[in-house]
């Protein structure tokens, strides 16, 4: 007799893609109605803000050293160029010639020492501690992934048609996105 399935990876994958088309789709600073699942939650308030200048955050003088390398890995991916599936490779020192949502993430993570490789978004979900972090708080759910680092969303799905460089790809900005088909969460203390 086949034993059941107890994986629900695959399955939260197609929803979360199926999700993204919907959320994916809305306006950035768009607010959905309750799913009568998860609940948005708002990251807090940092310590202290970082400052963007140029399309890249400078991090807080009070910020700790591994909050500051995962700004200084992000501001490299900064006008790098969107492509569904790049980045997912090995990391190394050079920064990668187009990135998709959630290589973008854990590239930035990867700064920081908190991943030694690339995640999905689907992965990401599991990734870290539940909740938002104190300086960091990764949202993700099955098709989408970004960010919130010392008050900034650092995100692939932001499109500036004034912005220098690619009309997409990982770009930070003070505006926070806001749906309930995103899970929140955070590295241990930060």
Same mark, same amino acid.
């Given at each position: 007799?086949? #034993?059941?399935?107890?994986?629900?990876?695959?399955?939260?994958?197609?929803?979360?893609?199926?999700?993204?088309?919907?959320?994916?789709?809305?306006?950035?600073?768009?607010?959905s109605? #309750?799913?009568?699942g998860? !609940?948005?939650?708002?990251?807090?308030?940092?310590?202290?803000?970082? !400052?963007?200048?140029?399309?890249?955050?400078?991090?807080?003088a009070?910020?700790?050293?591994?909050?500051?390398?995962?700004?200084?890995?992000?501001?490299?991916?900064?006008?790098?160029?969107?492509?569904?599936?790049?980045?997912?490779?090995?990391? +190394?020192?050079?920064?990668?010639?187009?990135?998709?949502?959630? +290589?973008?993430?854990?590239?930035?993570?990867?700064?920081?020492?908190?991943?030694?490789?690339?995640?999905? +978004?689907g992965?990401?979900?599991?990734?870290?501690?539940?909740?938002?972090?104190?300086?960091?708080?990764?949202?993700?759910?099955?098709?989408?992934?970004?960010?919130?680092?010392?008050?900034?969303?650092? @995100?692939?799905?932001?499109? @500036?048609?004034?912005?220098?460089?690619?009309?997409?790809?990982?770009r930070? #900005?003070?505006?926070?996105?806001?749906?309930?088909?995103f899970?929140?969460?955070?590295?241990?203390?930060?």
């Amino acid at each position: 007799m086949p #034993s059941a399935v107890t994986d629900k990876t695959p399955l939260r994958a197609t929803v979360g893609a199926l999700l993204c088309m919907l959320v994916c789709a809305a306006p950035a600073g768009a607010q959905s109605a #309750s799913s009568g699942g998860a !609940t948005f939650v708002r990251p807090p308030p940092p310590p202290e803000e970082g !400052t963007l200048i140029d399309g890249r955050v400078i991090a807080p003088a009070s910020a700790p050293w591994r909050v500051k390398r995962v700004i200084r890995a992000a501001n490299r991916l900064v006008e790098t160029r969107y492509r569904y599936g790049a980045g997912h490779g090995p990391f +190394s020192r050079r920064v990668p010639r187009a990135v998709d949502c959630s +290589s973008a993430v854990s590239y930035a993570l990867y700064g920081g020492r908190f991943l030694r490789s690339p995640l999905s +978004s689907g992965l990401l979900m599991d990734w870290g501690r539940d909740g938002p972090g104190v300086w960091i708080t990764v949202y993700a759910h099955g098709g989408h992934a970004y960010m919130v680092v010392a008050g900034f969303r650092f @995100d692939t799905s932001l499109r @500036d048609p004034d912005a220098p460089g690619p009309r997409s790809g990982p770009r930070w #900005s003070r505006t926070l996105r806001e749906s309930d088909a995103f899970v929140a969460r955070h590295p241990a203390r930060y």
